[in-house]
């Protein structure tokens, strides 16, 4: 599902999807996280039964070197995947880490408990250990479902990138220029920014034009697959400061001729 997804986010944008197909990743990225919620809940519910009927473990000496020889393979694939998905921002590729990683705690659960078991003679203490490997790959699955949910509910981007566009536009309002209506969210590998600019009323169309634009490459410069829009309005007008809400509603104004 991973890949299929991948490639239909990877498609340009059509007619029918104008702001493109990113936001598919999200639907990968949430399918992984249940698979990753069933997971933990299969190893919760088994740990729970041992635990409250200890059963001697059986001979695993083959199986524990099979185990952990499949663990270090998905480990190293699992990093692989983590480093190219945060370096491309996919969130896809980062469920399918977390999914391997799953396995890899799993073993490593189970290499442990076998091991304290063996050397203290104390069964309870197997189903204990997978319990607390449950509860890590929960939390993994809950934290991957809820990014997901809140690319598809287009969220704002996280705190730190919104600190470095409001330090950009710092630099800016030093020198005369208002913004308001800071309005952002991320589709899966691709940013969007939408703002408003007020500049001076007495600059012309040409001045106010060259200065969003330097904002809108000052802004992809920090986000390089971002999508900027921008409203240019006259600082001085009353009503340029009426539009901030996003449910807008239709103004009048009389016109001179």
């Given at each position: 599902?991973?890949?299929?997804?991948?490639?239909?986010?990877?498609?340009?944008?059509?007619?029918?999807?104008?702001?493109?197909?990113?936001?598919?990743?999200?639907?990968?990225?949430?399918?992984?996280?249940?698979?990753i919620?069933l997971?933990?809940?299969s190893?919760?519910?088994?740990?729970?039964?041992?635990?409250?009927?200890?059963?001697?473990?059986?001979?695993?000496?083959?199986?524990?070197?099979?185990?952990?020889?499949?663990?270090?393979?998905?480990?190293?694939?699992?990093?692989?995947?983590?480093?190219?998905?945060?370096?491309h921002d996919?969130?896809?590729?980062?469920?399918?880490?977390?999914?391997?990683?799953?396995?890899?705690?799993?073993?490593?659960?189970?290499?442990?408990?076998?091991?304290?078991?063996?050397?203290?003679?104390?069964l309870?203490?197997?189903?204990?250990?997978?319990?607390?490997v449950?509860?890590?790959?929960?939390w993994?699955?809950?934290?991957?479902?809820r990014?997901?949910?809140?690319?598809?509910?287009?969220?704002?981007?996280p705190?730190?990138?919104?600190?470095?566009?409001?330090a950009?536009?710092?630099?800016?309002?030093?020198?005369?220029i208002?913004?308001?209506a800071?309005?952002?969210?991320?589709a899966?590998?691709?940013?969007?920014?939408?703002?408003?600019?007020?500049?001076?009323?007495?600059?012309?169309?040409?001045?106010?034009?060259?200065?969003?634009?330097?904002?809108?490459?000052?802004?992809?410069?920090?986000?390089?697959?971002?999508?900027?829009?921008?409203?240019?309005?006259?600082?001085?007008?009353?009503?340029?400061?009426?539009?901030?809400?996003?449910?807008?509603?239709?103004?009048?104004?009389?016109?001179?001729?």
């Amino acid at each position: 599902m991973a890949l299929w997804m991948l490639t239909l986010a990877a498609l340009p944008a059509d007619e029918e999807h104008a702001y493109g197909y990113s936001k598919a990743e999200y639907f990968s990225s949430a399918f992984e996280g249940f698979l990753i919620l069933l997971a933990a809940i299969s190893i919760g519910y088994a740990a729970l039964v041992r635990l409250v009927d200890p059963q001697p473990l059986a001979e695993v000496g083959v199986g524990l070197m099979v185990s952990l020889l499949a663990s270090a393979i998905n480990l190293a694939t699992a990093r692989i995947l983590l480093r190219v998905g945060r370096e491309h921002d996919s969130i896809s590729l980062e469920a399918d880490a977390q999914h391997l990683m799953t396995d890899v705690w799993t073993s490593a659960g189970v290499i442990v408990g076998v091991a304290l078991v063996w050397l203290s003679g104390w069964l309870w203490l197997d189903p204990t250990i997978a319990l607390v490997v449950a509860a890590n790959i929960l939390w993994t699955a809950f934290q991957l479902m809820r990014r997901s949910l809140s690319g598809l509910l287009d969220a704002s981007l996280p705190a730190p990138e919104l600190a470095r566009i409001e330090a950009l536009l710092a630099r800016h309002r030093a020198q005369g220029i208002a913004f308001h209506a800071l309005r952002t969210r991320r589709a899966g590998s691709r940013s969007f920014v939408s703002l408003h600019v007020l500049v001076p009323g007495q600059w012309t169309v040409q001045q106010g034009h060259d200065r969003v634009e330097r904002i809108e490459d000052e802004i992809r410069e920090l986000l390089p697959r971002a999508h900027v829009t921008t409203h240019l309005e006259p600082l001085e007008d009353p009503l340029s400061m009426s539009d901030q809400d996003l449910e807008r509603r239709p103004r009048s104004r009389i016109v001179s001729p």
